[in-house]
């Protein structure tokens, strides 16, 4: 299995709702990733688990809260979103040691109004 | 402060002839470096890597292409296919992936 998947595929949520991005994947990865992309630019990293413990937090506003429930599992909760956080959410994994590539999943598109 | 950059947002390539995509950055600490093609609304796919010790690196029809000194790297993807329209993302590696802001590739048949 070398496959990353990312569920739902859509979400259409409120300012005050509450909501979660589930990613998972079963290569036996201990590195994930968290990516937000807006139209027309780059992925942009949010979050990094290492062995299932956040090492990174690109200074992402606590209303994006990353959680690793185990090795294969990475969820991003979300509430009291903005308008402007609507964008595409990329998970990715990766191997263990510094040279090898991140397999991304299909992502989520979230909408928020 | 762009440090990874792409500076051709789009690139038309004829099928069969040779497409060049071009990256530069400026974080000498990067030490690793992946393109990545990617869809609307789909994921990144992986395409292929090279690691700062090296100046090529191979894989079928795609090549890359490092020139530390000039913190320069290139894809050439020959012969260019309809199939390989799309996104490029050129992205370098330290801690996590810093991305280029991609190439649009349009392959006409």
């Known amino acids: 299995d070398t496959e990353v998947t990312q569920t739902p595929k859509h979400l259409v949520m409120g300012m005050t709702n509450k909501k979660s991005l589930k990613c998972e994947q079963h290569?036996?990865?201990?590195?994930m990733y968290w990516y937000k992309q807006k139209a027309k630019k780059p992925p942009e990293l949010m979050f990094v688990?290492?062995?299932?413990?956040?090492?990174i937090n690109e200074s992402v506003p606590s209303r994006f809260s990353p959680e690793c429930p185990n090795s294969s599992l990475l969820n991003l909760h979300l509430h009291a979103l903005q308008p402007e956080d609507s964008a595409l959410y990329l998970c990715?994994?990766?191997?263990?040691?510094?040279?090898?590539?991140?397999?991304f999943g299909p992502g989520t598109r979230l909408t928020v109004l | 402060d762009q440090q990874v950059k792409q500076n051709s947002p789009s690139l038309s390539v004829q099928e069969g002839r040779i497409s060049i995509l071009n990256c530069d950055y400026t974080?000498?600490?990067?030490?690793?470096f992946l393109w990545y093609k990617k869809y609307p609304a789909e994921g990144p796919t992986f395409l292929i890597s090279?690691?700062?010790?090296?100046d090529k690196n191979e894989d079928g029809r795609f090549t890359v292409f490092l020139n530390k000194s000039a913190k320069h790297l290139s894809l050439h993807i020959v012969p260019s296919q309809p199939g390989d329209s799309a996104v490029y993302f050129c992205?370098?590696?330290?801690?996590?992936?810093?991305f280029g802001s991609g190439t649009r590739l349009q392959v006409q048949p």
């Open positions: 990715a994994s990766r191997a263990g040691g510094p040279y090898n590539e991140q397999f």
């Open positions: 290569m036996g990865h201990r590195a």
């Open positions: 688990y290492s062995y299932e413990k956040l090492s």
């Open positions: 974080n000498s600490m990067f030490d690793y």
């Open positions: 090279i690691s700062s010790i090296k």
């Open positions: 992205a370098a590696s330290r801690r996590a992936l810093t």
